[in-house]
């Protein structure tokens, strides 16, 4: 009898032992996520989470933002998503997505979105799919952020560079000042392809 209570009480200390084990990384768990929560809507990134199942989407705060969705909502159809990319983008989007669910490989693009008030927004998404015991696609879990700015930098350099080259046409002394600026990178960082270009436009020049 006293071998069987001394195994009881050593069972029940096991078990709240291993109680308070749990109950610790459960409170890990929910430290790292908040932890994570913060960080994603500090540098607005929102989370998207596509159910392959019901074609709904589960949107944070951030998407909600980012999407211009009003009144905000926690769950969207997928077709409401659709509704909100750039009709020009859309195919090439979808055919990336469907390329990720049937060749299980990871989502990445730079597409543009349309705002209610008819703003366009460019917005950089990268996505994976899950998938069940049976290999059967259950979801696409990704993430969104804005890069309207950076892109149009970007659009704004290339623009100049064209504009520079085709002035190289009828040889302008003035513009080697302009050539020597931009390849130093007073006018913000260059892509190779560009620095590139701008190179040659600048020894023609001189």
Do not use: C
């Not at 997928?78 to 299980?104: C, G, M």
């Not at 349309?114 to 366009?120: A, H």
């Not at 892109?151 to 302008?172: C, G, N, W, Y």
Request: glycine share 4%.
């Amino acid at each position: 009898l006293l071998s069987l209570a001394s195994a009881r009480r050593k069972a029940v200390a096991y078990a709240d032992q291993v109680t308070l084990d749990l109950q610790g990384k459960l409170q890990e768990i929910a430290q790292v996520s908040n932890r994570l929560k913060l960080a994603t809507q500090s540098a607005h990134i929102g989370v998207l989470e596509l159910n392959l199942k019901t074609n709904t989407m589960v949107a944070d705060e951030p998407i909600n933002q980012l999407y211009k969705l009003e009144p905000p909502q926690s769950t969207i159809s997928f077709e409401t998503w659709q509704s909100r990319v750039h009709p020009d983008d859309l195919p090439r989007v979808l055919s990336k997505i469907q390329a990720a669910v049937q060749e299980k490989i990871y989502f990445e693009d730079t597409f543009r979105i349309v705002w209610p008030n008819g703003e366009t927004r460019y917005i950089r998404g990268y996505a994976r799919v899950e998938y069940d015991e049976n290999a059967q696609p259950v979801k696409i879990v990704g993430v969104n952020f804005d890069v309207t700015k950076e892109r149009e930098v970007d659009i704004e350099k290339t623009e100049f560079v064209s504009l520079a080259s085709h002035q190289l046409k009828t040889p302008v002394g003035s513009l080697s000042w302009d050539l020597e600026m931009l390849k130093a990178g007073d006018y913000g960082e260059l892509t190779e392809k560009q620095k590139e270009v701008v190179s040659e436009m600048y020894t023609m020049n001189r």
